[in-house]
């Protein structure tokens, strides 16, 4: 009977290593986020002309990266996007809830219920906090506060090949947690 015992502990120890996920490090993550960027980033050749320049602050940040807490990762991911200066590239930390494409590839962002007009000549009344407008090169976006003291983050102005008005762009909880759609 002991034997059983000890080959049922021997088992699930055994099954327990087979299953168990290597913490991800920091150098890990940044190595990843280059190897992706250098292959498939289409601006990547226009944004490191000089060569130079580009492999040193790489290697410099992969540096800092072998060193990095957890919680100072993102920022060391940060640096090295920003070496693009591009809003098409930006992290999001591990637990950011995404929005999944359907299976024909398209989605429909969730539309926000609001008097749009309304909204706008109320917003010179918001004194505190970030509820209102805001304003960017490329969107005009209203900031609500709704339930729980959670905001929704919706399109006022925007290219509308890609933004229709009423559009929720994100929304940001009390607990931190963001969505962004």
Request: with cysteine; hydrophobic share 35%.
């Amino acid at each position: 009977m002991k034997v059983k015992y000890y080959l049922l502990f021997a088992a699930l120890l055994f099954t327990n290593q087979l299953f168990a996920q290597a913490k991800c490090s920091c150098e890990e993550a940044l190595q990843n986020v280059i190897k992706k960027i250098e292959a498939e980033y289409p601006g990547f050749e226009e944004k490191t002309k000089d060569k130079r320049k580009y492999y040193d602050l790489k290697n410099e940040i992969l540096s800092e990266s072998k060193i990095s807490s957890d919680s100072g990762c993102i920022k060391i991911l940060e640096r090295y996007t920003g070496i693009f200066k591009d809003l098409h590239i930006w992290i999001l930390p591990k637990d950011t809830i995404q929005i999944v494409k359907n299976k024909n590839g398209a989605i429909r962002n969730p539309i926000f219920d609001i008097n749009i007009p309304k909204f706008i000549r109320n917003a010179s009344k918001f004194k505190e906090g970030i509820e209102g407008v805001w304003k960017s090169e490329h969107y005009e976006i209203g900031l609500k506060k709704i339930a729980n003291d959670d905001y929704v983050g919706f399109i006022i102005k925007a290219d509308p090949k890609y933004w229709k008005q009423n559009e929720v762009k994100f929304r940001l909880f009390k607990n931190g947690k963001y969505e962004y759609y």
